[in-house]
């Protein structure tokens, strides 16, 4: 019994810690990009928008989301 509980597949283990990366730092740095786009094309409130919501999105997803992690 003790055997069992100490072996474990840790295959998948480093596509989790990808995915919970991509979700932390990659849709906010997505939304900066689209954001930086808009600011060349003079669209400058909606690049307003979109920085703001990335911030808030990193944020959260380090604090608050994070420390559940």
């Known amino acids: 019994m003790d055997l069992f509980l100490l072996e474990g597949n840790m295959?998948?283990?480093?596509?989790?810690?990808?995915g919970l990366f991509f979700i932390g730092f990659g849709i906010p740095l997505i939304l900066a990009i689209i954001g930086f786009v808009q600011w060349s094309k003079k669209r400058k409130t909606v690049a307003k928008v979109l920085f703001i919501i990335a911030t808030v999105y990193v944020l959260i997803s380090l604090g608050v989301c994070g420390s559940m992690m």
């Open 11 to 18: 295959d998948g283990l480093i596509w989790l810690v990808l």
